[in-house]
């Protein structure tokens, strides 16, 4: 693949439209037309232990015992530093492909702008990339405080908040599940709840042995939103898509970290299919407290300056910003990005590792255009750790924004994009 983010080509990988093949080339006469200028990239972090100890509600809730992590809870994994290495590896073979660095590149502070979340999954994911993006470059992984704590700029906290607030944001979460609101968001994936209580073993857990009453929150449909001034969105403890997040979280990172998949399905013979399900589970509980539109315009408003702020940057060359799944979830609503589902992954909306990719070019009539994709590494990959290059490329899906329209060449104008974060702004500064 020649020059990889081309949402130009209409191609199919595997028989499913939008995503890009790894024999796709952006053709000669695309690279005469188009000057790759610039690339802003906002990261989901690698792969890291699960958020919960075997002591928490998660490890009651099983007889089984959870992988043996090779770091700290909530830190990336050794895995997760060498899948990270490999992408930057594969960005810096991109980018030299474009013309845009040579080969071992010893960038300035107005080329390279790399900035983490100061937790330390972000930090060193941050660190592992830059390593392999460019090893002799010198890059400096920007952070505002020691490791760990949360930077404003990616705490997706909500700064404004009123009753007018949050009376707009439940009819939001609520339009997600029908006219049973938040219950028909949880009806609607009961099935995936009954895979994760087999799969777990509940019946046989310590949770149940003791006659828990936590026990109870499994059947218990309706949720309970928090929104409060300068926290994040959240559940409160005590109903089922609370309380299996977190087993949906660590079922995922044990599926990628662990080579063996029985193992890793604690002895049961699952499908691919069936840990779409049991990640669609931390999906919802994403899209439910992130996507509605005046919390994502609330959360993603740091982001969405900072990114913008990028974009305009006369001088700058490659920005890589490093968060969470939250922090991609909560820009992508806000900059209005149609509805999508990746395939080749579990996780259909925002990948472990994976980064959208705002590409700017400059075109033969002197005018700025625009792309936008979403990168990640698939399954297989993953779990496979496959070395990326130009011929075996991570997942590249083209992202689209709502109302925008693409030229022939299937690219955006600048301008309208720029408009696009605007809005952002703006919808941000109508929030009552």
Known sequence: MKNLFSSVIALMLLGVPGVISAQAQRSKEFKDKYQLKEAVVLSRHNIRSPLSDSKSVLGRMTPHKWTE???GKSELTSRGGVL??????YFRKWLVDAGMFPENYVPTADDINVIANSM?????TAQYFSSGFMPVGGIKVNHRYTPSKMDPLFNPQLTKVSPEFVKEAMAQINAMGGKKG???INEAIAPDYALMTEVLDVKDSPMAKSGDPKLKALDNYNTEIVLEKWAEPSMKSGSALKELNSASDAFILQYYEEPDSMK???GHNLTREDWAKLAHVKDTYQD?????PIVAANVANPLIKYMYDELRSPDRKFTFLVGHDS???SVATALGIEEYELPEAIEKKTPIGSKIVIEKFVGPDGEEYADINIVYQSVDQLRDMELLDLNNPPQIYPLSFKGLSKNADGLYKMSDVASRFEQALKAYEAIP
């Open 69 to 71: 992590w090779s770091a």
């Open 84 to 89: 990270e290495t490999m992408m930057g590896q």
């Open 120 to 124: 330390q999954r972000c930090i060193a």
């Open 182 to 184: 938040i219950v028909g």
């Open 264 to 266: 890793a399905a604690f």
């Open 288 to 292: 439910v407290l992130f996507t509605a």
């Open 327 to 329: 922090n991609l979830s």
